[in-house]
């Protein structure tokens, strides 16, 4: 029986990988355009008498079981073919990649020797041109003899590997199964939490958890998943989430678990530009040291890596240089062996995420947690839109290289086009949604991406940041248009002449994510805001058995004196009128109790105007205020006028950096002022927003208004009581909070005065 299942890829990129990294500019295809190539190269062999695609194949080798699906076989012809799509020309492939692809196809025909009992085969590598739908074929005749010593050489060469892998599972798995809370207790409402969390494992269900701040939602949903993972044979976990505090956090409660001594690899993933040891050097040996011999040294990385368990972000950065290799890197191989990843939500949601990749190729259970899941909604939504400005075109076709001069010219000539026919119906407006894509224009990008690519791989050396942004904006804009549907719209905003904006805007995530979600075995997202849970069920595309809980919340309604001053509309046309109460309420509260306090209003304009009226009419007070821009040592000062012991009014804008995700306990925060309901502001994006959520789910003002501006209010009230100790005052100032469907979106535990 075998101890230990490994695909032909994962074993092949770990034994067959040498030399240099080499990340240079190399336009490889999307997912998606790689599945649709090997769909083409398919489909083309359906004529061939007995030709078998997508054949599995698996064998065995002192317990190990080796697995993998071959492109094709041509049985008349004797030949197993591996599929790669690329773009551009094939000479500029990394040695490395192309000495794995001929491993990989050596693997499969030996597994087809062994399975049909063949004494020999024909290996081929057939190369698809993404762009332009040519094929290269290289072939090599091989005996079974020779792929048998072939298997067997690489198998030997992973075989520790295995069987250490093997060995840490069940040392992790039993560890796991006597694992207990680190604390004496759980906090009020962290028990039911942490059951919930492990029924929806046990069951392989989703579900949406409302917990308030201050029961330990951290430790509350990593310690039952961990519970749970070897009961439910889960491979990995991944902790995911919208900011780096939440990976913080996500760290120290596993660190309570003593996990940096036990045996649970811990592995924290950080994005390329903060990990690089060498900003602004290109991704290969000729220029970077931590690239040159990557994959010569990273055996011995990986080994003192995975011994080490705790691998954050300085950890694995002291293992890397160590052994001078990139970090960031080396992070992206420890995915591969990594028990517990803690990291973006881009990981998994995003159309290029490692994760998820390493899921579908590994054939992974995977348990996901989502911190401050009310974000996902938007962060989704600009995973998948992109846009292109005309007028950055127009600078680039004034800078490019003659080569390019022709298909910038088509592409310019096709939008001015566009710009002209659109505007002929409707004149007077600078925003239009278009009905349906301007084919067009889009052929002339897909012409343009292949022009730049086939530049950029001729000139390999010359750097030209502006043209590689535009490529991969042109591939992004052509990928998502690939997919176009009801799910996003198609938008022109016609600013001047030569300078418009047009864009592939995705409404409605759940379309790319509900694949995502059916991957994994379970998911659990989690946050303070998650009402109401038909919001988020239709807009992730949650499966239709997921589950919602509202954790009760520890803290009592004494705490917390909730004001609403119903008297003052902050609408758009009496901003002016309410500016004078505002005003007053701010200095009646603060004269009231002195001390911190926080006041949100719906822009910095508005933001603006209610300070300077404010200083004016109470100079005597303490204030300072979030500005445009704010760069994070600037973030860091404003946040640290919030000292312990001290009095003033911080001025900030709600849905900013400083309404979610800051922690100001005790006196450092007694009180917040929310003057706004939050709306997301009228104009014609929303609206069209707003007419395509009432097609799809008929409620169009709930989900683009109400709904987001709610949860962006109740996020920044929550920034005062922060434990059960905490006390405060939260003043909410519109007369549409007298609203019942508004106070419906306020947490429970509230008692309004």
Avoid at 416 to 434: D, F, I, S
Avoid at 437 to 456: E, F, M, Q, R, S
């Amino acid at each position: 029986m075998s101890r230990y299942r490994v695909a032909v890829r994962t074993l092949c990129d770990f034994t067959a990988r040498e030399g240099d990294l080499d990340h240079r500019f190399t336009p490889s295809p999307s997912a998606q355009a790689g599945i649709e190539g090997h769909a083409l190269v398919a489909k083309r062999r359906e004529n061939i008498a007995g030709y078998e695609a997508e054949l599995p194949l698996s064998g065995e080798y002192q317990g190990l079981h080796v697995s993998g699906r071959a492109d094709g076989f041509d049985v008349a012809a004797n030949c197993v073919e591996e599929v790669k799509t690329h773009r551009g020309s094939l000479t500029r492939m990394a040695d490395n990649q192309r000495s794995l692809h001929w491993a990989q196809v050596k693997m499969y025909g030996a597994l087809l020797c062994a399975e049909r009992d063949l004494p020999h085969i024909t290996l081929a590598l057939v190369y698809l041109n993404i762009d332009s739908g040519q094929e290269t074929r290289l072939t090599l005749e091989a005996s079974n003899e020779e792929l048998t010593a072939f298997f067997v050489d690489q198998c030997q060469r992973f075989l520790a590997w295995a069987e250490q892998e093997a060995a840490h599972r069940e040392r992790r798995d039993g560890w796991l199964t006597t694992l207990t809370f680190p604390h004496a207790d759980f906090r009020p409402g962290q028990r039911a939490l942490a059951e919930d969390v492990f029924k929806a494992a046990s069951t392989g269900r989703c579900l949406l958890a409302q917990a308030p701040t201050g029961i330990g939602k951290t430790l509350g949903t990593l310690f039952p998943m961990l519970s749970a993972m070897p009961r439910q044979r889960l491979d990995r976990i991944a902790f995911l989430t919208m900011k780096t505090p939440g990976r913080r956090l996500a760290l120290d409660a596993l660190a309570s678990l003593d996990a940096p001594t036990q045996p649970l690899r811990v592995l924290e993933l950080v994005a390329r530009e903060k990990a690089c040891e060498y900003p602004g050097t290109a991704c290969q040996g000729d220029t970077c040291p931590l690239a040159r011999g990557f994959y010569d040294r990273l055996s011995a990385a990986r080994q003192v890596a995975v011994e080490k368990s705790w691998l954050d972000r300085e950890a694995l950065r002291e293992v890397a240089l160590a052994h001078h290799v990139c970090p960031y890197y080396l992070g992206q191989e420890l995915a591969r062996w990594a028990d517990v990843v803690v990291g973006d939500v881009n990981h998994w949601f995003d159309s290029h995420a490692l994760l998820h990749g390493l899921a579908q190729a590994n054939d992974w259970r995977v348990g996901l947690l989502v911190d401050e899941a009310h974000n996902l909604v938007e962060r989704a939504r600009g995973m998948y839109s992109a846009a292109l400005t005309q007028q950055r075109l127009s600078y680039l076709r004034r800078q490019s290289p003659p080569a390019l001069a022709k298909p910038l010219a088509r592409v310019g000539r096709q939008w001015q086009a566009l710009n002209k026919e659109t505007a002929e119906h409707a004149p007077e407006r600078r925003y239009h949604v278009l009905e349906a894509l301007p084919t067009k224009l889009v052929g002339a990008l897909h012409a343009l991406a292949g022009a730049i690519t086939d530049y950029l791989v001729e000139h390999p050396d010359e750097v030209n940041q502006a043209l590689q942004e535009l490529l991969f904006e042109a591939l992004a804009f052509c990928r998502l248009a690939e997919s176009f549907g009801d799910h996003s719209l198609c938008d022109l905003e016609i600013q001047g002449k030569g300078r418009a904006v047009l864009g592939l805007r995705n409404v409605i995530p759940a379309d790319f994510l509900a694949p995502r979600f059916e991957r994994a075995h379970c998911a659990v997202l989690f946050s303070a805001t998650l009402t109401p849970f038909h919001y988020y069920r239709n807009l992730l595309g949650l499966p239709e058995q997921s589950v919602w809980r509202e954790v009760d919340s520890p803290f009592v309604a004494c705490q917390l004196e909730v004001q609403l001053r119903t008297d003052i509309s902050t609408r758009y046309h009496h901003r002016v009128a309410s500016v004078t109460p505002i005003v007053a309420t701010l200095a009646a509260q603060y004269r009231r109790t002195p001390g911190h306090y926080l006041a949100f209003l719906s822009s910095f304009a508005y933001l603006e105007q209610v300070m300077r009226a404010f200083e004016l009419a109470h100079p005597e007070i303490p204030a300072w205020a979030q500005t445009r821009s704010m760069q994070e040592p600037e973030r860091d000062a404003f946040l640290a006028r919030f000292a312990p012991g001290g009095k003033g009014i911080g001025f900030a804008v709600l849905g900013g950096a400083f309404a979610e995700g800051i922690d100001l306990p005790g006196d450092r925060l007694i009180g917040a002022f929310v003057a706004t309901l939050g709306l997301p502001p009228f104009n014609d994006f929303n609206e069209a927003l707003k007419a395509r959520l009432q097609a799809r789910f008929g409620q169009g003002d709930d989900y683009t208004y109400h709904i987001p501006g709610m949860i962006k209010v109740v996020q920044a009230a929550g920034r005062v009581i922060r434990s059960p100790e905490d006390e405060g005052v939260v003043v909410l100032m519109d007369d549409r909070f007298a609203q019942n469907k508004v106070r419906a979106l306020l947490p429970r535990w509230w008692q309004l005065s």
